[in-house]
């Protein structure tokens, strides 16, 4: 399934649940599909062009797929997340519990706003 199509299924649902449109792991604010809301700005901080601003959203599996295929419940919605594209590409399969120290450490080093 693709990310458009993924983000169109429970993208909403995702941001009921949670109450905003913002990236789960690093809090930057997301553009609301549909809106007329656009990404950006950017900026260059420390060798990485990152937005200042709003960024696209993408629908991330807390527990990525390839643990939780067995069970048969990676697109169950209590894991599912919203997030904005780097952090997303940062994660890739690993464990929350090990991504999220090395996200916050990044956000500090490069990015602002971060999630507290």
Known sequence: MSHNSFLQRYGERIAARDGVWKCHYC??????PGSADVPGPYARIGGYTVSIGLERPVVDHV???????WLKETHQLDNLVLACRMCNARKKAKPYERFMPEITRWCHEHRYPVKV
């Open 63 to 69: 527990t990525p797929q390839q643990r939780r295929f």
């Open 27 to 32: 809090g930057i604010g997301l553009v609301v």
